[in-house]
């Protein structure tokens, strides 16, 4: 993919509230300009280099994104590559000793848990560049909508065929 760009940032000054520093407005450095990448746009670029098209390598991180969480499901632990591993994870509610605990009630929000592989998620590669900050633009008054549609039926907008 050729070298990498630098990172945006800008520099934003905030008041700290805790540690040695607490009281004091710094600069803190904060990342910038980002855009997203479609799955979409990710497949295509994939499929360029390779010998798949775009379906194929969209239905390939598909099934292995589906089939890890199955697995994770099922309370196994998944190593998913370079990006690291997923296991099952949640919540529990304490429940004095004594009491009884049920499962239902006092574990929540089971999820898929990644625990990132540290060399992948590091960016020991890059270069920054500091660009200066985009001044917000004022919001606009939102002019009155009028009370509905300008068809006289109830609740406005039904075509009927």
């Not at 200066?132 to 009927?160: E, L």
Request: glycine letters at 8%.
């Amino acid at each position: 993919m050729g070298k990498n760009k630098p990172l945006a940032y800008v520099l934003r000054e905030r008041k700290m509230s805790i540690g040695k520093l607490k009281g004091q407005i710094v600069q803190v450095a904060s990342p910038t300009d980002r855009r997203s990448v479609s799955f979409d746009h990710f497949c295509e670029m994939v499929a360029d280099q390779t010998t798949f098209n775009y379906m194929e390598v969209a239905s390939v991180l598909n099934l292995a994104a589906d089939m890890a969480r199955k697995l994770v499901a099922n309370g196994d632990m998944v190593e998913f590559g370079r990006l690291g591993k997923l296991k099952p994870s949640f919540k529990s509610k304490v429940v004095p000793k004594g009491q009884e605990f049920n499962a239902s009630l006092h574990i929540t929000e089971a999820r898929v848990l990644l625990r990132p592989n540290s060399e992948y998620f590091r960016l020991d590669d890059v270069s920054f560049e500091r660009v200066t900050p985009r001044v917000k633009k004022a919001k606009k008054a939102k002019p009155d909508a009028g009370g509905g549609s300008s068809n006289d039926t109830p609740g406005g907008g039904y075509v009927g065929i």
